[in-house]
């Protein structure tokens, strides 16, 4: 190497290391203060927005999932606008509605959609949790209104109106009309879920009714047993409820039973009720926690309001189309933004 060219390499080295030198004062150099915006400029009258929670440090939020399409739905709205709009991961629970109150209270779930008040465990829920030890918070009404009833198809009570009101149920002529090997001279009446809101056999037996009460297992097997019976055009006593899609599919009657009263349902009275169940209004419920460990979830899960119109679209989406309940609540939210939006925190 040249003299020459060993002298330019030497200045230029030492030119590097200056400006590294430079570069690592300016990094330690602590940063000069802001200056501050002038009174009346739009910096001095617009505050700088609060950064976005990041979505790593959300907690994620576990709804329940109790075992009706209803439910089922609700949840599938609330998650998927959860995530998509609030940035939160949402775990879907599957749990029965008797045992959804401690594991709210103890934070194991975070939120409970659909809730039926007519049900005791509900109304101890109630007392306990929300009133009492105040572990969970009442979030408002659903606004869907629910109804239990007992149902036949129209075409028995075509044939046999009697069969219309309770009355009909104590003659054994006619309650035998619903019998099956299973039942032997008593008529079946057709029940669901075990852990479903159900005073059957204490209305059957305080009535006198000539009824013994079969358990299906589901929902699903309660509605392909009303199948099976209108393609034969059977005579079938079951429980289901509204609002249900299988009200959009086949014509069905509510036996009328005595009028529904508080001192039926009475606490004192329990193990005696000989009465119609109420109309439900549902309502939402959260563990307390969530109030500040997720302030918008809350307050979305807060303002969520859907019509009974609105539910029973998603239902005959899944019952009657095919659709998944996530499937159904993703058509619903893609056609209804002027709902949904109202729902989001200001």
Not at 146 to 174: M, N, R
Request: charged fraction near 25%; aromatic fraction near 8%.
């Amino acid at each position: 190497m040249s003299h020459k060219r060993l002298t330019a390499c030497t200045h230029a080295l030492s030119w590097v290391a200056v400006a590294v030198l430079a570069l690592a004062a300016c990094r330690q150099a602590p940063a000069a203060p802001a200056e501050s915006p002038a009174a009346g400029s739009p910096a001095a009258e617009t505050p700088a927005a609060a950064p976005a929670q990041p979505a790593a440090e959300k907690p994620i939020i576990k709804l329940a999932e109790n075992p009706w399409t209803g439910s089922s739905v609700n949840v599938y709205v609330a998650k998927q606008l959860l995530e998509d709009k609030l940035g939160y991961t949402v775990e879907v629970v599957t749990i029965d509605e008797n045992a959804q109150w401690p594991a709210v209270a103890k934070g194991d779930i975070s939120a409970i959609l659909e809730i039926w008040p007519s049900g005791e465990t509900h109304q101890k829920g109630l007392k306990q949790y929300v009133e009492g030890d105040k572990t969970v918070d009442h979030l408002g009404e659903l606004g869907v209104v629910g109804k239990i009833s007992w149902y036949v198809p129209k075409y028995v009570v075509d044939q046999y109106p009697e069969l219309a009101t309770w009355e009909g149920y104590k003659k054994p002529e006619l309650a035998r009309l619903f019998a099956t090997a299973e039942t032997g001279e008593d008529g079946q009446f057709l029940a669901g879920d075990p852990s479903w809101v159900q005073y059957d056999e204490e209305i059957i037996q305080n009535l006198g009714l000539k009824l013994k009460v079969v358990r299906a297992g589901s929902e699903q097997a309660v509605l392909a047993a009303l199948d099976s019976a209108y393609s034969r055009k059977e005579p079938l006593l079951f429980y289901l409820w509204t609002p249900h899609s299988v009200h959009n599919k086949y014509e069905l009657v509510p036996v009328k039973l005595p009028d529904y009263s508080d001192e039926c349902y009475a606490e004192a009275n329990a193990g005696k009720k000989a009465c119609d169940y109420p109309k439900d209004v549902l309502f939402k419920v959260a563990n307390a926690r969530l109030k500040e460990a997720a302030p918008d979830a809350y307050q979305f899960l807060a303002n969520m309001k859907l019509t009974d119109a609105d539910q029973i679209a998603m239902i005959a989406d899944v019952e009657l189309n095919g659709k998944t309940p996530a499937e159904a609540a993703k058509a619903w939210i893609e056609k209804h933004e002027a709902v949904w939006s109202k729902w989001l925190p200001k």
